[in-house]
């Protein structure tokens, strides 16, 4: 008998996940290999990469690790040509690699507030118009999931460099949605604060006190919850859902951090 959760699988399937030697991007790599995809796991750091293809691995899943740099174009192409030689096809693009820190308005530059879009928005863009036809080319349709965060969703000072990015990653999200139905589904997840070496890297006592005060679950977040909801957009179990941004924050309505105003 049919049962539903065989939508939630993978069997198959080839996923790239930028971004996968830690954190967020590792979990999904390691979830989608547990629901049977294999797995293109890629970052910049050689060690953190091979290990995530060894958890993949031990879940009788392919890895392959290629090294690409997102923000460097000959690298998303060279990324992009390793999956289809070695696997001949492709199915799930997460586009995880991004990320920036608050930024006092006043203190960003002009260089500072570009990278910041260029790293977390025109990656992504660019990673998906290269994949969205390889995918229709290859398997005949597919899914890409951008990661995101609720510092595109909730205003807040000292984020208008990595909130503006987030922002228009959102709704790249909701316009190539559009571009390229009914064959790619494009959705993202607003993600809340999640315990990673990117979060820790800010992260006090006081900083997490603030933050679990204001989140409704009162707790933060685990790569793991993020990667869920990346397997349920990815899969067969969300074929009928695209331009989405999916909310895994622990019920936030507003910014779990307050940053100094510029001081006018
Ligand atoms: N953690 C949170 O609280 C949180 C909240 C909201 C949104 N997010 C979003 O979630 C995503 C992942 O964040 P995370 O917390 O998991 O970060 P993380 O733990 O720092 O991991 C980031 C991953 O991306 C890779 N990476 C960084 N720069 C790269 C580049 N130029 N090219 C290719 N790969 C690169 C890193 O490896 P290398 O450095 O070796 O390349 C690493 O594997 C980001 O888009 C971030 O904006 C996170």
């Given at each position: 008998m049919d049962s539903i959760l065989d939508r939630f699988r993978l069997d198959g399937a080839i996923a790239i996940v930028t971004?996968?030697?830690?954190?967020i991007g590792a979990a999904t790599a390691v979830a989608l290999a547990d629901a049977g995809a294999d797995i293109v796991v890629t970052a910049r750091t050689v060690s953190q990469i091979e290990e995530t293809a060894e958890r993949v691995r031990a879940r009788g899943r392919r890895a392959l690790v290629v090294t690409c740099d997102v923000l460097m174009e000959e690298q998303r192409a060279e990324l992009v040509e390793q999956t289809l030689r070695e696997f001949g096809r492709l199915d799930v693009l997460v586009n995880n690699a991004g990320g920036s820190g608050p930024m006092p308005a006043l203190q960003t530059s002009e260089s500072d507030f570009n990278e910041t879009f260029r790293f977390n928005v025109t990656t992504a863009f660019r990673m998906s118009c290269l994949c969205a036809p390889q995918m229709v080319h290859t398997s005949g349709k597919g899914s890409i999931v951008n990661i995101s965060s609720i510092a595109g969703k909730f205003a807040q000072a000292g984020f208008a460099s990595y909130g503006v990015a987030k922002a228009g990653l959102d709704f790249m999200t909701r316009n190539l949605a559009q571009d390229f139905a009914p064959k790619v589904r494009v959705n993202g997840i607003a993600v809340g604060?999640?315990?990673t070496a990117a979060l820790s890297g800010i992260m006090t006592d006081d900083l997490e006190r603030a933050m679990l005060a204001r989140t409704p679950l009162a707790r933060l977040g685990q790569p793991e919850d993020v990667a869920a909801c990346a397997l349920f957009l990815s899969s067969?179990?969300?074929?009928?859902?695209?331009?989405e941004i999916y909310g895994v924050n622990?019920?936030?309505?507003?910014?779990p951090m307050e940053m100094p105003r510029a001081g006018l």
């Open positions: 971004g996968s030697g830690r954190g604060s999640t315990m067969p179990a969300a074929d009928y859902v695209t331009g622990g019920g936030l309505t507003g910014t």
